[in-house]
């Protein structure tokens, strides 16, 4: 097990807590799930690093494990960024399900995230050693998450707009479920977007 394998899923589980903590305030989620979450910043580093080593072993028969495992995990790091950066905005701006403020600010949350998911991808997902940034591979990169964004905008605003909040849930909340059921449907066309199109060797 490199090194890296360790440190980055350490860095990621711990960031993920963070982001949590902050977006559970401001959705002012139960106090149970609160409290838990002040478990987090222990207890997502750690399962980080197990699922890493999990498939790690479990790679040695069927390799793609290994890569699928850490794409996962910076899909993780994402939604929460992706998340963190829309409740922000939300807690700026406001919301209203009648105006178009929730497609700009899913828009500016989703351009955060891809940013991320560029580095974190290329260099640990993918294990690319350049470390310039190909106007072809970023060109490539851009053109598959562009196509990502298409969707994830359309899922996310149709969830949010025309579906609207469901079971007696806030806005806010909605908008966060709307984000999520959006990032599930594209994560497969990320997935094989960059492993067979930006990042193949």
Avoid: H
């Avoid at 793609?64 to 992706?82: D, E, R, S």
């Avoid at 149709?158 to 469901?166: L, S």
């Amino acid at each position: 097990m490199k090194k890296a394998d360790i440190i980055l899923p350490l860095i990621i589980g711990e960031a993920v807590a963070l982001i949590f903590l902050a977006i559970s305030r401001f959705l002012a989620l139960p106090e149970i799930v609160i409290k838990a979450g002040k478990f987090f910043p222990i207890i997502l580093p750690i399962l980080s690093v197990l699922g890493v080593w999990v498939a790690i072993f479990l790679g040695k028969k069927i390799p793609v494990i290994f890569q699928l495992a850490k794409f996962v995990l910076v899909g993780i790091l994402n939604t929460f960024i992706y998340l963190g950066a829309l409740n922000l905005l939300i807690s700026v701006f406001g919301i209203s399900e009648k105006d178009w403020s929730y497609s700009i600010f899913v828009t500016l949350s989703f351009i955060c995230s891809v940013i991320n998911s560029y580095f974190w991808n290329k260099f640990w997902t993918y294990g690319k050693k350049e470390t310039g940034v190909g106007g072809t591979e970023f060109g490539k990169f851009f053109l598959i998450t562009g196509i990502g964004f298409v969707l994830n905008v359309s899922i996310a605003s149709f969830v949010f707009k025309i579906i609207g909040p469901q079971f007696g849930l806030s806005v806010e909340i909605w908008a966060n479920i709307a984000a999520v059921v959006a990032t599930v449907c594209v994560f497969i066309w990320n997935f094989l977007g960059y492993k067979f199109i930006v990042f193949k060797k």
